[in-house]
């Protein structure tokens, strides 16, 4: 490596970062002393979206590649880099402590000058929850988001939505597990064998049977769940993981302690780890605009808290998997695995 | 002072403390390694729980008394603990990270053994409840909670429901807030002018129109409220503020750069935060125990989260303070105070 | 106000904030991953040093004014700022977390391609030290950070430590405060009678014999300092805060009950808050260049662990505020104020 | 299971944790309302300090199981359970944000009252880091601190000392890794082959020179380490790790992408998280103590923060592991492992 040159404030583009903070209150001769904390804290939420988007989408490229359901280092990188995410989500509910330090007279002081500009803009946040998986369909409110964008922004969102999602990619990898294929064809992917028959539907219904005192003690809906992750794979038009990707979800959850499976359940576990940060930075942000415009209307021209508290029900993306929760069994009541399933999942 | 002769295991009493861990799984001889987990962290919530019971009880007492209206040190004493019940909360709220190292697998390996047991037996943090305002008849799901409890917990929360609340010592602290006395009353603390006359009801009248803005602009609910603030003190049996106290709360928030007006804000900012960060800890909690169990009947016999959602919409102590900011006018706006008033409000 | 039109993008610079990163590792066709992050999160730092800028430097003008040493506005003000810095500082430490998710085999990849590019060229964190009260002949390793940075950053540096930094402000401040002063002069700055006489004399005479007790337990070189802060304002050329303001921040401390003091002790404390958080996020920086790098030398041309490690010690900036507290003695054993004195700390 | 009748409050012992808690100020009728918060976090502390003891005990006794080396469940619940502790540090640094809302002048109205005791006197965390790996040789101010315990918990930790230790426990586990065996060797752990002959010699002689151009850069005593890292066994008495010990910690850093190497990097990467979050909690704790008491005389009988200060430097029980970060090289530079290798670190 020839020694080259770099400046520290050239490296970073300080002339940019630095002075592209412009108060509207100033132009406005009134100015209000918190309005520089309120553009820096968000041009600081943008650049770790940025990130965000960064790391999704290194994630869903390694993701796409065939041979990634083998612990390759490709896997130990997408665990890495989710974690990763969880790490900056964390930072991100923590950044809300600072927005606070702004009380709602110092907000007042420079809020009416902002309309229509509204934190729903924020095509990045949208474009992050399109590529984890949430579709336009599943979203609240979705006239009211799109009311607040422009095209330009909108058609970025869509473009991120056209993407295959982190959702959709984790469906056609748990899909590929082929946990329950013959040995032989254990390094190629050919479409598995219907659940219907061989070894596989053997375990789960081994495990059903296994697990039906769980099942008395569930709500309804999570009975039908059930039903339909047991059943074939044409059921639930509505989901997004299909029959026999839950399946496959909830076998890395149940034999985890597996050499071969403990990288998938780390995967597992970092997506609903992020799931539950974007829902705590949802409920925090949410109630923070409460405490900040009470229940006046938003800059961005409606109550944001409602948006929010929509979002906050309906956005879980993972939901899926985390549902599957109700259906584990004890580790001593757990089916024992075939001598030659356990060399499977080992190394040897 | 005569030296002491304190040993540190003697003074902590970590005899009792260290020996006071039992797995229920060892009973049963199917040990669950991460049962100790679950009984330390459960036995720190108590131990902090305790310390939010003693910080609000000393809180009580000190509002309890007629004098304290003007700065006097009380004052900032109330300050400086309902502040440090805050940092106590968020300490709480972060404690989740350590239960969420328990994964469901390894809870199921012990939950069915606690059986009836259940955080809701939790009778200190619904005393903690109580003490702060939130009464019997306000509570979600009062009949399960209830069943969840024996007879002497019971009485203990009814205990603290029947003690004069910090939102009951609030609403008579601010109906005391002689703003708008003569000069010569204002040391003592008699019943103060109707609004329907004097200088309070020519103030507010004249808010009412600088205000008119704020309030199309709000929800239908919202105006009620407002109307309410602003009418005479018998309408809103349900509320547990007076209008008269609302209205002093709000001069509080509009005039807080007042030295006499300083601390009073703080004392009203610091309630807001505490209500913030138990629902924060209500929600990760929430978002926990769905983590941990799905959809599952919890082990205290119903479904733990709903009960958390419920109380989660429901249980904000102190709302009728949150919403008054959304009557707050720019400060530019606000109606400059006689010179005699702002003499009041300063030190001389 | 006229309804304005603004663009959350326009409002915030996005096309200048989301179009700044330019990684070296692309450049030189060897692209790293991770360089993205290490991008984003300095740019992420420098935003918040901008901020904490704008914070220091508004709390420098109102501590400019002559009449803030009673409660006025301003003070209140001021301590909201400085806490609002406390907030801000804790994020930053807490922004490591982040970077330490770049293991030293991630950073390897880019870190040669940086030269000499360092952290140590952020003239915007050196200006802040600087605004806050560290001069030059303080700093450690003077002549290396000089050598790290260009012209024009160095004079950035030194423009900032020519102003009247937080220190000195608070020097002036505190000498003004006139609690020994005879009513009549209350309002008035004039220069404060001699400790050698009146009543600020005796007040000391009576509390050094008080403390005998504490000196005889102290340090030998916190015996001197004691001996310094009672002596007469000439001693100690070193030293940042004359014996006449020390004597008021002690009285501040050992008297914050009284209504007058309230205010005053926050500005002691959230500065003492500041130096705390300044050092836990310089404690952390080195831990984390530490484990990144190990004992090699920094892209900066040195090793930078050994810088932090140094100003670790050195940059205590408020540390003479701190150390008052070993001169402390029970509030049981506090001389009682003279009426007058206590009606002149209350607000009748 | 046979539904057990546990009940919340006998599940968790709360008689004997609520009632533990007995303040020497009003023993002395002179209540002080802070020593109740002096005793509920310590007493918070122990109960984690026993968690803590409680997790290392276990992965010292998976770690001294001869197989632990192939990646076996046991293996992913080391480092389960080193990063569950990873978590609970976290928690105890962010606790003295907690302690700090004592003010100095409210922690005197007691501190005389607790003498002799002091933190000191928590053997539980003394025996935390000798199960670590901290030797009685390597403490800071041995005799003091002996002088600070009654016999009985020096015998505590005079045993706990005296079982393997994770240190040791981690030397004999990377001594036991056969990268470089023949593959015939496999799975038995026979004493490897010297390193001056076969193939760990090639491979460490080629990457000496690879490295030459980092060495040049390095520190003179990280020279002399890193030769010892490569000479043979009997270097350097006073090192916790063997020379062979430190070439395998190495290999794994350096190839940590091959599936056989992803869980023992997670647990090298774990105990530096563990050191650094022990060396964090010093800190912060040196800085509180510091605030608190300035530079009096502990309630322990000597300058608490001068034995955390040296703590602070001497007490890195991992420190080993940490340097050899400076032995790394670009992951582009690395020798190409042979196929042969390759498969023993893979999977088939």
Chains 1, 2, 3, 4 share one sequence.
């Not at 390759?72 to 665990?79: F, N």
């Not at 929850?129 to 988001?145: D, V």
């Not at 399946?247 to 597996?258: N, P, V, W």
Request: net charge negative; hydrophobic share 40%.
């Amino acid at each position: 490596m020839t020694n080259t040159n770099v400046q520290y404030g050239d490296y970073l583009q300080l002339e940019n970062i630095l002075n592209a903070q412009f108060p509207e209150s100033d132009k406005h001769q009134l100015p209000a002393h918190d309005e520089m904390l309120f553009i820096i804290i968000h041009q600081a939420y943008e650049l770790w979206f940025k990130q965000l988007l960064y790391e999704v989408d290194s994630v869903a490229e390694i993701m796409s590649k065939p041979a990634v359901n083998d612990n390759s280092p490709e896997l130990q990188t997408v665990v890495h880099r989710l974690s990763r995410m969880v790490t900056i989500l964390k930072l991100l509910v923590h950044q809300i402590d600072v927005m606070e330090t702004m009380t709602p007279m110092d907000f007042l002081d420079f809020r009416d000058m902002l309309r229509p500009a509204s934190g729903f803009q924020s095509w990045q946040f949208k474009a992050l929850e399109a590529r984890l998986g949430l579709q336009y369909k599943q979203r609240f409110g979705q006239e009211y988001y799109i009311s607040q964008l422009k095209q330009d922004k909108i058609d970025i969102i869509r473009k991120a939505e056209n993407e295959k999602s982190i959702l959709t990619l984790l469906n056609e990898w748990l899909e590929r597990m082929p946990f329950f294929e013959e040995p032989g064809n254990w390094t190629n992917y050919k479409a598995v064998t219907p659940v219907e028959a061989g070894p596989e539907h053997i375990f789960w219904q081994d495990y059903r049977q296994l697990y039906s005192g769980g099942l008395a003690e569930a709500e309804k809906d999570n009975r039908e769940y059930f039903n339909t992750v047991f059943a074939d794979a044409n059921a639930g038009g509505e989901r997004n993981l299909s029959p026999k990707a839950c399946r496959a979800a909830l076998f890395i959850m149940l034999y985890r302690g597996y050499p071969l499976l403990q990288l998938p359940f780390q995967v597992l576990n970092s997506l609903l780890e992020i799931d539950e940060q974007l829902s705590t930075w949802r409920y925090r942000h949410m109630s923070m605009v409460h405490r900040m415009i009470g229940s006046r209307i938003g800059t961005g021209g409606s109550t944001g808290k409602d948006y929010l508290k929509g979002a906050l029900d309906k956005h879980f993306i993972f939901a899926e998997i985390a549902r599957l929760t109700s259906f584990l069994i004890e580790r001593r009541k757990l089916p024992v695995l075939s001598h030659e399933m356990g060399q499977r999942l080992g190394f040897q």
